[in-house]
């Protein structure tokens, strides 16, 4: 590093140095197709199929759980392109994740982190207890799975989970607006 550098670009460097020896080699095909189909896991259409099934086929409960992750989703999505749009890290270097490299070219922070964080604290607080359970087991490991395929440094995963605590505390303040039974 340079003695003239910001603190940015310092940030920068330890992140990368950080990230580096939790990246697969992209020579071991069977364990980025692992880490690709754990990495999908966590997209957003998935989330809301299973949301919007959730209140099409669900009772009274389901609906309501359906009507909070959906906003949630929809909260983060908007707030996570904002902060891509005005940060513009570029994902790592690689070829694994081109869906997401073409689509989205931004690392910053991580919205499927975020997705993730708001999701175990959505079903921590709406249950059912094995849905919590099963988010949360499932959560840590799509979040890695970003990490070990090359398309997320450490940092953006870890801001990304930040986010999505302060978007569900947010989420939680405007839910009585949209639901009062809450």
Not at 3 to 27: C, F, H, K, V, Y
Not at 71 to 79: D, K, P, R
Not at 104 to 128: E, K, T, Y
Not at 145 to 150: K, L, N, W
């Amino acid at each position: 590093m340079e003695p003239g550098e910001g603190l940015w670009a310092r940030l920068q460097s330890i992140d990368q140095a950080i990230t580096r020896p939790l990246t697969l080699p992209s020579e071991n095909r069977f364990s980025q197709f692992i880490g690709l189909g754990l990495a999908h896991s966590g997209d957003s259409f998935i989330w809301a199929g299973l949301a919007a099934a959730a209140w099409l086929f669900g009772g009274a409960e389901w609906k309501t759980r359906a009507v909070v992750t959906i906003a949630g989703l929809i909260l983060a999505e908007i707030v996570v392109i904002v902060i891509k749009i005005i940060i513009r890290r570029r994902r790592p270097p690689g070829h694994a994740g081109r869906i997401y490299r073409t689509a989205d070219p931004f690392s910053f922070p991580s919205g499927h982190a975020a997705r993730a964080a708001m999701l175990c604290l959505i079903s921590g607080q709406l249950g059912p207890p094995a849905a919590f359970i099963i988010i949360a087991v499932w959560s840590p490991f799509m979040v890695l799975s970003r990490i070990a395929i090359g398309i997320h440094y450490v940092f953006d995963v870890c801001a990304g989970i930040l986010l999505g605590c302060a978007l569900t505390a947010c989420l939680w303040a405007l839910v009585p607006l949209f639901l009062p039974a809450l």
